[in-house]
């Protein structure tokens, strides 16, 4: 019987559904393995430790001590942005700075690493090797990509503060790097006690400190254990910990967040794939009735007709699922050509646990959406051989969809590997098909109660509406069904490509052409105005240096505030480290007032809060906020909440205060302001002159972010052609589904005297009311799903889109007239005796 369907071709729609859900989730699942199992194989390269502490001061020497006592080797680092310049040497005796370009500055111990290995390269195209040791006294290392920037090559000289260092060797492999923004610019590293002599790190200087620990198992979790008595509960502020579960947290939240959308993907064309599954099955159904049937005559017992399609479908199920599995494989090393280079270790192969669970999906996909369709078929009775108005097909077994649509819910919690997306996926799902099914079966029943109408019969008569509208009444739930999937396939698409749009758009949001793209920050008070004229003299006009000044935030409304108050980890990381306080009287021009008023010419302390901090921290309106600033502390009211727009990469701040507050404490500044690309030398001076002033580019830096967005939009453009072809699978079986019947009506209109040109205007008239209901229910549903979903897991604003209602509907009607006259183009050719009989 499995091989008589294959070739009738009754299978397919089962099998290709199937295959694409499999492939999909394996695809993913095999990714999802690799990646963590190169993760926690190398967490201790990738922190170059067993355990660190960091901080945004030099460590407490109390962890130094522990440290010693439980006999732990220690190293330590500091990284800070800073300016780095080549020196030219016009003669022996003048030597004069020739390129300046922002660095990420390094200064390592001599332990450093203590695991894994740095490997550095004599020169820029030389074959890299294990460094042994750090860079030596008066030589740095840098990567290739400060070298090209400075137009530098090994052996050269560059300016580091007010030292002079020469080019050492190239590093060609820094596990420990990180993805925070600092790390995004060149690397420069250098010996930790050569540090001081630069003169780099003063008040304000932006410095993390980190104490590498290394040791045996047994001594590193007591060292863990004395780090977290010590800064767990905000008992010491600006100091975080770090462990092997913690590797790279910077590459596991940028995984994160693209897993979250991969995964999206994958359970979408899952659920797709149940929809087309449960579609094809019902058809598989109806058209084996009278097969069934004459088995039963034949001496066929119910129990015996059901095991025999358990196992048929059982045998389909295995097999698509490991050619799905085969499948998703081979996918998952496109995925991994994009997103595995966000990781530059060597990924272990995957286990072969992700296949396992891609064919036990698709088995639970199989039996829970294919089965229930299905057992009225082994319970036809023998008459139906004789009696074609059986209507035992039309009892469907609600209590095997409920146990179904349970076992998907929970596949979807499980693929998504997290109980918000997957419940959200599969509420939207579960809430999709009981709404879209309910409002389907009442459009249609007004429809048709309009229809019979004296208007409606004057209205339709002419076009062939009135006949399509009974035709849909008088089949019911199956034209809701019809319609219920079809809007359950165009909303997976239309949130898909709606939610990758806004992501891909806000990952690609690109700056005015106008807009800053050189900040100068560390000004200290005594240089402002030699900046501000440097600047003038060289074409810089619209010069404004901010007030900054650094302070912690302690309490609000005398409640006192530590990371563990929240539980979202950006409010933890905001409140564990210092703000950037700063002052003034008037509104900037591209921040409003959303709530309150603007303090103006306050001459006691007022706040002026960003509305996107205010919802993260849990501020409002008339709260008292308590900032420590180099040990004094102020207590100020929040009497306005400020809108601004961070795209225009102008200075802004979170917090303003009036600056009669604020001027009287230790404060430096920063500005902003654009520089065509063939003026940037004119920086070079300025820096030369002040070189604890640091000049941020942020086209580099902005391109190497953009690379590694580009990676996670390559991967998610790729999945999306599996949700693309399980979503036309979709279509096409919920059009096909009610095929038969309208083959049948088709041929009775005929013999009955019906024109070709009615029996067709019958036809797009259905198909039209069908595209409309389905497209407006999948707009509906694809926007309120979509908001959902950005809100709550994605953590982007999704604005309502006044053309995704038109759209829907435009979509809709289209797949619905393309796949009827796709399924039925042949049937108005045949004589209708003929179709009656095929009927």
Same mark, same amino acid.
């Given at each position: 019987m499995t091989l008589r369907d294959w070739r009738a071709g009754e299978?397919?729609?089962?099998?290709?559904?199937?295959?694409?859900? @499999?492939?999909?989730? *394996?695809?993913?699942?095999?990714l999802a393995d690799r990646l963590q199992q190169g993760l926690e194989r190398d967490a201790r390269r990738m922190i170059a430790a067993d355990f660190v502490v960091r901080a945004d001061h030099p460590v407490d020497t109390a962890f130094f001590d522990e440290a010693r006592s439980l006999g732990l080797r220690t190293a330590t680092t500091a990284i800070?942005?800073? /300016?780095?310049?080549?020196?030219?040497?016009?003669s022996q005796d003048d030597r004069s700075l020739a390129d300046a370009r922002l660095a990420a500055v390094k200064a390592v111990s001599s332990a450093y690493p203590l695991r894994g290995a740095l490997r550095i390269a004599a020169t820029a195209d030389a074959p890299d090797r294990p460094a042994d040791g750090i860079p030596a006294k008066g030589t740095v290392w840098v990567d290739d990509q400060l070298l090209e920037t400075l137009h530098a090559h090994v052996g050269d000289v560059v300016a580091l503060g007010g030292r002079r260092f020469t080019i050492g060797a190239v590093i060609t492999r820094e596990l420990d790097r990180g993805f925070a923004f600092v790390?995004?610019?060149?690397?420069? #590293? #250098?010996?930790?006690?050569?540090?001081?002599s630069t003169g780099l790190i003063g008040y304000g200087s932006r410095v993390t400190y980190r104490l590498l620990v290394a040791g045996n198992d047994g001594a590193v979790a007591r060292f863990a254990a004395f780090a977290h008595a010590h800064v767990d509960g905000g008992k010491l502020r600006g100091v975080a910990l770090e462990s092997l579960n913690d590797g790279q947290p910077q590459v596991r939240a940028t995984l994160d967040r693209a897993g979250h959308f991969l995964r999206l993907v994958a359970l979408l064309t899952a659920l797709l794939a149940a929809v087309a599954i449960a579609m094809a099955a019902h058809r598989y159904m109806r058209r084996h009735l009278d097969g069934c049937a004459v088995m039963r005559c034949l001496g066929l017992g119910e129990r015996e007709l059901r095991t025999l399609v358990a196992l048929e479908f059982a045998f389909i199920g295995v097999t698509g699922g490991v050619i799905g599995a085969v499948l998703g494989y081979a996918g998952h090393f496109a995925l991994l050509a994009w997103l595995g280079q966000l990781i530059a270790v060597a990924l272990p192969q995957p286990s072969p646990l992700p296949a396992v669970e891609g064919i036990g999906a698709g088995l639970v996909l199989l039996f829970g959406f294919a089965l229930p369709p299905l057992l009225p078929l082994t319970r036809v009775p023998p008459i139906r051989v004789l009696r074609r108005d059986w209507d035992g097909q039309a009892r469907a077994a609600w209590w095997a969809y409920a146990v179904g649509i349970a076992l998907f819910g929970a596949l979807l919690v499980l693929a998504a590997g997290e109980l918000k997306l997957g419940g959200i996926v599969a509420g939207g799902f579960a809430s999709g098909l009981v709404v879209f099914a309910v409002l389907a079966r009442v459009a249609l029943w007004l429809c048709a109660r309009v229809a019979r109408s004296e208007g409606g019969r004057r209205l339709a008569a002419a076009v062939g509406w009135r006949y399509a509208l009974a035709s849909l009444e008088r089949r019911g739930w199956a034209s809701a069904l019809q319609i219920t999937a079809l809007a359950i396939g165009l909303m997976c698409l239309l949130l898909i490509a #709606?939610?990758?749009?806004?992501?891909?758009?806000?990952?690609?949001?690109?700056?005015?052409?106008? *807009?800053?793209?050189?900040?100068?920050?560390d000004i200290q008070p005594d240089e402002r105005e030699a900046v501000v004229d440097y600047l003038r003299a060289h074409g810089v006009d619209d010069v404004t240096l901010e007030p900054m000044v650094r302070g912690r935030l302690v309490s609000i409304d005398g409640k006192r505030i530590v990371p563990e108050s929240y539980k979202n980890d950006d409010a933890r990381r905001l409140v564990d480290r210092e703000f950037n306080l700063s002052y003034r009287s008037t509104l900037p021009d591209d921040n409003r007032i959303s709530a309150g008023a603007w303090y103006g010419r306050a001459t006691r302390p007022e706040i002026s809060i960003e509305a996107g901090l205010a919802k993260l921290i849990g501020v409002k309106l008339g709260d008292v906020?308590?900032?420590?600033?180099?040990?004094?502390q102020i207590d100020a009211p929040v009497?306005?909440?400020?809108?601004?727009?961070?795209?225009?990469?102008?200075?802004?701040?979170?917090?303003? /205060?009036?600056?009669?507050?604020?001027?009287?404490?230790?404060?430096?500044?920063?500005?902003s302001f654009h520089l065509p690309p063939e003026r940037r030398a004119a920086l070079d001076g300025l820096i030369a002159a002040h070189p604890n002033v640091t000049a941020i580019d942020t086209t580099p830096i902005l391109a190497q972010i953009q690379h590694v967005l580009e990676q996670v939009i390559g991967a998610v453009q790729f999945l999306f052609a599996f949700t693309l072809a399980a979503g036309l699978l979709v279509l096409y079986a919920a059009l096909a589904g009610t095929r038969d019947e309208?083959?049948?009506?088709?041929?009775?209109?005929?013999?009955?005297?019906?024109?070709?040109?009615? @029996?067709?205007?019958?036809? @797009? *008239?259905?198909?039209?009311?069908?595209?409309?209901?389905?497209?407006? #229910?999948?707009?509906?549903?694809?926007?309120?799903?979509?908001?959902?979903?950005?809100?709550?897991?994605?953590?982007?604003?999704?604005?309502?889109?006044?053309? /995704?209602?038109?759209a829907g509907i435009a979509a809709g009607v289209a797949c619905a007239g393309v796949g009827g006259w796709l399924s039925l183009r042949r049937v108005l050719r045949r004589p209708a005796a003929q179709s009656l009989r095929d009927a």
């Open positions: 299978l397919t729609m089962l099998v290709l559904a199937l295959v694409l859900a @499999v492939a999909a989730l *394996a695809s993913v699942g095999f800070f942005p800073s /300016m780095v310049a080549r020196v030219s040497a016009a790390n995004f610019s060149p690397r420069l #590293m #250098m010996r930790a006690d050569e540090l001081a #709606m939610t990758r749009n806004d992501l891909v758009a806000g990952w690609r949001k690109s700056t005015p052409p106008d *807009a800053p793209n050189e900040f100068l920050i906020l308590r900032f420590d600033v180099t040990g004094m009497t306005s909440v400020r809108t601004l727009d961070w795209g225009t990469f102008k200075v802004n701040f979170f917090v303003l /205060m009036p600056p009669a507050a604020l001027e009287g404490f230790p404060a430096t500044f920063i500005t309208r083959v049948r009506e088709s041929a009775l209109l005929r013999a009955l005297g019906a024109s070709h040109r009615q @029996v067709r205007s019958v036809h @797009v *008239a259905e198909f039209v009311v069908v595209g409309t209901l389905a497209g407006v #229910m999948a707009a509906v549903g694809a926007q309120a799903l979509g908001i959902v979903l950005a809100t709550r897991v994605f953590d982007f604003h999704l604005d309502l889109d006044p053309w /995704m209602l038109p």
